[in-house]
C-alpha cells in the first residue's frame, strides 16, 4: 500500500523560498508518474510540476517555469518541490501525488495535470505567502 507524507510547508515572505518533501512508502518511486499539486480555497486543485522518476522528464506549468524545481531522491524514496522567488499567488496547500508509468501509457500528455489520474495522494502541507 503505498502512502504518502508531505512536510515542508509553512509561513514565509514575498520572495522568499521553502523546499516541500514528500516520503514515499510501501514501494519503490523508481517507476512512477508523480506531482506536485496545490489548492487555494474556492478554487481547483491544479498541478505545478510533475515528473517521472527514473531518469524521466520533468513538466512545469507556466506560473511555476523559473521559480520551482521538482526532484527525486530515489535512494530515500523522497520527492521534493524547491520553491524560489514565492508570492502571494502561491499560498494553497500542496499535494504530493503519485500513480505507475502503466496508468499514464496510452493517455495524453496533458494527463499529468489531471489530479483525477493519481491514485495516490498525501495529506497536504500548507504554504503561506504574505
Known amino acids: 500500500h503505498v502512502q504518502l507524507v508531505e512536510s515542508g510547508g509553512g509561513s514565509v515572505q514575498v520572495g522568499g523560498s521553502l523546499r516541500l518533501s514528500c516520503v514515499v512508502s510501501g514501494d519503490s518511486i523508481s517507476r512512477y508518474c508523480m506531482g506536485w499539486f496545490r489548492q487555494a480555497p474556492g478554487k481547483e486543485r491544479e498541478g505545478v510540476a510533475a515528473?517521472?522518476?527514473?531518469?524521466?522528464?520533468?513538466y512545469y506549468v507556466d506560473s511555476a517555469k523559473g521559480r520551482f524545481t521538482i526532484s527525486q531522491d530515489s535512494n530515500k524514496n523522497i520527492l521534493y518541490l524547491q520553491m524560489n522567488n514565492l508570492t502571494p499567488e502561491d499560498t494553497a496547500m500542496y499535494y504530493c501525488?503519485?500513480?505507475?508509468?502503466?496508468?499514464?501509457?496510452?493517455?495524453?500528455?496533458?494527463?499529468?495535470?489531471?489530479?483525477?489520474?493519481?491514485?495516490?495522494w498525501g495529506q497536504g502541507t500548507q504554504v503561506t505567502v504574505s
Open positions: 501525488a503519485a500513480d505507475t508509468y502503466d496508468r499514464f501509457k496510452g493517455l495524453d500528455g496533458h494527463d499529468i495535470w489531471n489530479p483525477e489520474i493519481y491514485a495516490y
Open positions: 515528473m517521472y522518476t527514473g531518469g524521466g522528464a520533468s
